[in-house]
């Protein structure tokens, strides 16, 4: 490999064209090598971004450029109740979710990080509910969650006797929800565990020994070594998983579509609902940019909440 | 079903050569074994439900008391037909590889060029630069549609994939460019000072030098955005509207699904179908996934 580097380069040296010098002045370098991801990232996220701020203070709707009307949209938001509940809905589907994902893809990482057989074919098996199109296993989900032909109610009712009628999981509002709650949370197990698992990996076996010489228990070896070494981990991890669950799309419109009755609107599908399907794009880019405050908080609470007690922990130690 | 009375089994026979420690055998067996086979029988569930019922005839299909819905008498190939021969769904299929194969060949170009200038030809502020990306990746693309549906109408793109193939790079690049960052950071850089003191030009460097070495990352890289634009979904809804152009995701969810009466059958086959590539892709690259999910989080 260095030794063509070398002949070719020696070569270019020796007749140097004014493009090659071109190309090896540092500055010019450097515009040319970010330009394209710079100008791609500009065009298609930081513009939009801004013009969605803009688009919410405006009364656009498709076919029709809009004034500016102030703070008209949020005034309008703030009393409907649609609005309220789909920030309700949000956050307790955030809550939950979150919570679910981080208990059990916790357990699941620790029972990952014992030592058995075809240990890898399953961490690759326990990977695929990430991996699949959400919208396609939501699809799945949306089968088994079937009024009349879902499997789980075949099991509680047919199979195991504990139910004498089937469950009606999407007709009404809060089976729907927690319906949704528990795809969202399967879906997001197998993330949570690898990467929490790859954590795992790099705490030291010798602080387990020491502990274990100490008489620790093997709680105390979780609450006072694993869990505090997992604390930067934890706070990236469940930063991501706050901001894609809030801002979730994919599962409750291939499911639900913000049914029954409104009653499982998410903040985005509600925005999709009112600025793509209705037309109204100021309103639909108004209920996005209300969630950029609920973002920007959980974002600060979940990434310093957490990462403080570590530096805490650290100004102990040192 | 089946998995439950196979489990214990299993479990019984690694327990079984220790049997000095057989207590701590049945321990490992609760503690461990059974935790595991619950996580893996939900986790996998739905997928053994989308490929059974895929395959069932629908007098099985909808019939649960007089065949067992767990498994299939007569499996049949007629959802598969009806979905390769009486919809679109060879033309979505080609529109998302289309998509998904332009989108990361873009997204790896832009990201390597910019991973190497904020890694490698240090500037003042090139941590800035990399940090900005970074916050790029914690824009959701629910708060960014709605605007760019418009910004893609005033660009003429509208209901065109190549509007999919440009969009997509906003959540690709920033990825894509700190993984590749932290693999050019663990390329010693003295590989490049003695090309350098041999008269090579920085892009013979990174052409001959840097890339050769980050190839794994760049495979990481290439798969995690091929399964990123794949699985994409808000915004090709939003941006496309003809049945033709429609990404596999999209077109089952709003070409299958019609009237009242849902076709599973076809619903499922159409699933699976679409699930199929990235699982493939998947399976031949597993470690360079879980590198790169762990490797994106590290950093």
């Known amino acids: ?318 | 079903m089946t998995d439950t009375v196979a489990q214990p089994a299993v479990a019984d026979a690694k327990a079984a050569p220790d049997t000095m420690a057989w207590d701590s055998g049945l321990r490992r067996l609760m503690m461990i074994y059974l935790p595991l086979g619950c996580f893996v029988l939900i986790l996998l569930f739905p997928f053994y439900w989308m490929a059974i019922t895929s395959f069932k005839p629908n007098a099985e299909l909808l019939n649960y008391k007089e065949h067992n819905p767990f498994w299939i008498s007569s499996p049949t190939l007629a959802h598969i037909k009806h979905l390769l021969f009486d919809t679109a769904y060879p033309r979505w299929l080609w529109t998302t590889m289309t998509v998904a194969i332009g989108s990361t060949t873009l997204s790896l170009i832009a990201s390597t060029l910019a991973a190497y200038a904020i890694e490698r030809l240090r500037f003042r502020g090139s941590p800035y630069v990399g940090l900005g990306i970074y916050l790029a990746y914690l824009v959701p693309p629910s708060i960014l549609f709605i605007p760019l549906a418009t910004v893609i109408v005033q660009f003429g793109l509208f209901d065109s994939p190549l509007a999919l193939i440009l969009v997509y790079p906003t959540f690709l690049v920033p990825f894509c460019t700190w993984l590749l960052i932290g693999y050019f950071k663990s390329i010693p850089y003295e590989l490049e000072e003695c090309a350098l003191v041999d008269g090579a030009t920085r892009l013979q460097i990174l052409r001959r030098i840097t890339l050769p070495l980050a190839v794994p990352g760049l495979i990481s890289a290439g798969i995690f955005s091929f399964t990123l634009s794949w699985n994409e979904f808000i915004y090709a809804l939003a941006f496309i509207q003809s049945g033709a152009n429609k990404t596999v995701p999209v077109a089952i969810l709003t070409e299958l699904v019609t009237g009242d009466v849902y076709q599973w059958g076809a619903l499922m086959a159409g699933s699976l179908l679409g699930s199929l590539p990235v699982a493939v892709f998947y399976s031949l690259f597993v470690d360079y996934y879980v590198s790169s999910l762990t490797g994106a989080v590290k950093e």
């Open chain 1, 1 to 318: 490999m260095s030794v063509t580097t070398l002949s070719s380069s020696a070569l270019a040296q020796r007749q140097p064209s004014w493009l090659v010098r071109l190309f090896d002045y540092k500055p010019f370098l450097i515009v040319m090598c970010l330009a394209p991801a710079i100008g791609l990232l500009a065009v298609f996220l930081t513009y939009p971004l801004g013009l969605g701020i803009w688009l919410a203070f405006t009364d656009t709707t498709i076919g029709r450029k809009g004034i500016f009307v102030g703070l008209e949209n949020f005034q309008y938001l703030l009393t409907d109740p649609l609005w309220w509940n789909a920030v309700f809905y949000s956050v307790v589907y955030t809550a939950i979710a979150t919570f679910g994902k981080f208990a059990l893809g916790f357990w699941l990482a620790l029972l990952l990080n014992n030592h058995f057989p075809f240990k890898s074919l399953l961490r690759a098996i326990i990977l695929l509910p990430w991996i699949v199109p959400t919208v396609l296993s939501a699809l799945a989900f949306w089968w088994i969650y079937d009024p009349q032909f879902s499997i789980i109610s075949y099991l509680l009712v047919d199979v195991l006797h504990w139910r004498s009628s089937n469950i009606d999981f999407l007709g009404s509002a809060w089976p729907a929800r927690f319906s949704l709650i528990a795809a969202n949370i399967w879906r997001g197990i197998p993330f949570v565990a690898i990467s929490l698992l790859a954590g795992l990996q790099t705490i030291s076996p010798s602080l387990y020994e020491a502990a274990m010489l100490d008489g620790a228990s093997a709680w105390q070896r979780f609450r006072y070594i694993t869990f505090p070494m997992m604390m930067p981990i934890l706070a990236i991890v469940m930063t991501f998983s706050i901001i894609f669950t809030f801002t979730d799309f994919q599962l409750v419109y291939a499911i639900t579509r913000g049914g029954p009755v409104n009653s499982t609107h998410l903040l985005a599908t509600l925005a999709f609902q009112r600025g793509i399907a209705g037309g109204e794009l100021g309103e639909g880019a108004a209920i996005a940019v209300s969630m950029i405050p609920f973002l920007v908080f959980a974002t600060l609470f979940s990434y310093f909440g957490l990462a403080r007690r570590k530096w805490q922990q650290g100004e102990a130690n040192d």
